[in-house]
T-cell receptor, first 112, second 111 residues
């Protein structure tokens, strides 16, 4: 069974540009989460989808971040315009039952 | 909301020694506490978890203990090996179902 996959694995963009990260959860997992880890700090919650609905978006830093999950399958996280402090690793995770949560390899974003 | 504190931030042990990482949480309603291991450049992987109705759980060289009254839980790794070197994260599941993570512990096992 395929795990959670994320694309791109690495991205370097200039301040002010736009980046879109994609996450494909494990097939059949209704719960999809986005997390972010800034260098040396904790893995911080951003957003939780249940199917295509946003269950909790309390961790989204500001309106430069937009997450979507059309059709309840894959999800995208767009950062527009990117700022230097947005650099970090963006993890996607999925779960069938909200108990066992499986992470993707992460998308490393560097804003220069 | 839930807040998780993790200590120490770095831990260095000799191969064969034990390693202990401690976490505290704030929300007494939290009922599920997983531990993740993240090797450099890899995804966080679930290594062990414990639910609030259990005080201790073991899986080979890894054990987790939970003290609900004190709201703290710990990861114990015995007979450490170099391949145990990684960043370890504790987490607590809040009432909404999302995981709140600790700050991470970078474990280094020296041969």
């Amino acid at each position: 069974e395929a795990g959670v996959t994320q694309f791109p694995s690495h991205s370097v963009i200039e301040k002010g540009q736009t980046v879109t990260l994609r996450c494909d959860p494990i097939s059949g997992h209704d719960n999809l989460y986005w997390y972010r880890r800034v260098m040396g700090k904790e893995i911080k919650f951003l957003l939780h989808f249940v199917k295509e609905s946003k269950q909790d978006e309390s961790g989204m830093p500001n309106n430069r971040f937009l997450a979507e999950r059309t059709g309840g399958t894959y999800s995208t996280l767009k950062v527009q315009p990117a700022e230097l402090e947005d650099s970090g690793v963006y993890f996607c995770a999925s779960s069938q039952d909200k108990v066992a949560i499986y992470f993707g390899e992460g998308s490393w974003l560097t804003v220069v | 909301g839930e807040n998780v504190e993790q200590h120490p931030s770095t831990l260095s042990v000799q191969e064969g020694d034990s390693a202990v990482i401690k976490c505290t949480y704030s929300d007494s309603a939290s009922n599920y506490f997983p531990w993740y291991k993240q090797e450099l450049g890899k995804r966080p992987q679930l290594i062990i978890d414990i639910r609030s109705n259990v005080g201790e759980k073991k899986d080979q060289r890894i054990a987790v203990t939970l003290n609900k009254t004190a709201k703290h839980f710990s990861l114990h790794i015995t007979e450490t090996q170099p391949e145990d070197s990684a960043v370890y994260f504790c987490a607590a599941r809040d009432q909404g179902g999302k995981l709140i993570f600790g700050q991470g512990t970078e474990l280094s096992v020296k041969p």
